[in-house]
Nanobody
Framework: QVQLVESGGGLVQAGGSLRLSCTTS??????MNWYRQAPGKEREFVAA????????NYADSVKGRFTISRDDVKNTLYLQMNNLKPEDTAIYYC?????????WGQGTQVTVSS
C-alpha cells in the first residue's frame, strides 16, 4: 500500500520557520512535489525535487525562503520554510510522481500570524 504522510505543520509568527516532512512507503517515486492550498484558493505548486539527481524547482513566491530536500535512506521529503509570511498560510501537501497516477498525502496545516 502506497502512503504519503505529512507532518511538521503548525502555528508560527511571521518571520519564523517550520520544517515539513513527508514520509513515503510502498513506492519509490521518481520525483516529488510540495503543493499548498489556502482557503478559497486553488491548490498551487510550491516546490519540486527529482529523487535521483536532486534537481529542484520553486515557485517564484517562495524562492530564497523555502528549500526542498529528500533523505533517500528515510524515504522522506522535506520542506524547510524560513522567513514565513501570513500569505504562506495554507494546507501543505506532498505529491509523489512516477507511478501511473500521482499520489497525494493528507496535508498538514501551516498558519502564519502577523
Amino acid at each position: 500500500q502506497v502512503q504519503l504522510v505529512e507532518s511538521g505543520g503548525g502555528l508560527v509568527q511571521a518571520g519564523g520557520s517550520l520544517r515539513l516532512s513527508c514520509t513515503t512507503s510502498g513506492f519509490t517515486f521518481s520525483a516529488m512535489n510540495w503543493y499548498r492550498q489556502a482557503p478559497g484558493k486553488e491548490r498551487e505548486f510550491v516546490a519540486a525535487i527529482t529523487w535521483s539527481g536532486g534537481s529542484t524547482n520553486y515557485a517564484d513566491s517562495v524562492k530564497g525562503r523555502f528549500t526542498i530536500s529528500r533523505d533517500d535512506v528515510k524515504n522522506t521529503l522535506y520542506l524547510q520554510m524560513n522567513n514565513l509570511k501570513p500569505e504562506d498560510t495554507a494546507i501543505y501537501y506532498c505529491k509523489g510522481l512516477g507511478s501511473t497516477l500521482p499520489y497525494w498525502g493528507q496535508g498538514t496545516q501551516v498558519t502564519v500570524s502577523s
